[in-house]
């Protein structure tokens, strides 16, 4: 079985990447360039990572007009990375991406590293946001096509303790795209076990 992974550098996607090895899966790695202020620090992370843990290269699909279209703390500077965190439907273009790669690619499925939905911020990271993602996309593609979320019964902790485990180093999660982790932005407090 082949499966679509959608890396972006960051703990969660990585940790995601190495159990879906571990179960044996191939996978084929896709890195959405949206137009994130982290996009060259995401890409460099995710680049290192799945080399070291022997797995392909992601293809980069370079999608930047949708960040400069919809603009977001998480791709413009001018704007709140933490209060204006949320970019519309960013999870929906993902899937859809992810989806026709994986169609291209004889894959069956598409792997996106959602947490524990009692954790969501956004309507996008729910159960019932992924079912109606796969139903949609299923009836797109003309073909069923598996969404999943491995994590998805996991909190943030028990991902970085995962991570821990496995020795998992080198991963970049911080929205403002700065060289030291802001700590300011969704991902940064929810590494750092804060309120977000």
Same mark, same amino acid.
């Given at each position: 079985m082949s499966i679509v992974t959608l890396v972006s550098g960051g703990l969660d996607s990585t940790v995601m990447a190495i159990l879906a090895k571990e179960e044996g899966l191939t996978q084929h790695p896709l890195f959405i360039d949206y137009g994130q202020l982290s996009r060259d620090r995401e890409l460099n992370a995710c680049l290192n990572n799945l080399s070291q843990w022997g797995l392909p290269n992601p293809v980069v699909a370079s999608l930047g007009g949708y960040g400069t279209l919809l603009s977001s703390g998480l791709t413009d500077r001018t704007k709140r990375v933490f209060e204006?965190?949320?970019? &519309?439907? =960013?999870? $929906?273009?993902? /899937?859809?991406?992810?989806?026709?790669?994986?169609?291209?690619?004889? @894959?069956?499925?598409?792997?996106?590293?959602?947490?524990?939905?009692?954790?969501?911020?956004?309507?996008?990271?729910?159960?019932?946001?992924?079912?109606?993602?796969?139903?949609?996309?299923?009836?797109?593609?003309?073909? &069923?096509? =598996?969404? $999943?979320?491995? /994590?998805?019964?996991?909190?943030?902790?028990?991902?970085?303790?995962? @991570?821990?485990a496995k020795g998992l180093t080198g991963t970049y999660s911080c929205h403002a795209g700065s060289e030291t982790p802001c700590g300011q932005c969704v991902a940064c407090r929810e590494y750092l076990g804060l309120e977000v």
């Open positions: 204006d965190a949320f970019l &519309p439907c =960013r999870n $929906v273009l993902f /899937l859809t991406v992810g989806a026709a790669y994986a169609f291209q690619n004889g @894959a069956t499925s598409v792997a996106i590293g959602l947490l524990d939905e009692a954790f969501s911020l956004f309507p996008d990271q729910t159960k019932g946001f992924l079912f109606e993602a796969e139903t949609l996309l299923s009836r797109g593609l003309g073909k &069923p096509i =598996r969404l $999943v979320a491995p /994590l998805m019964t996991f909190s943030k902790a028990e991902v970085l303790s995962i @991570a821990k």
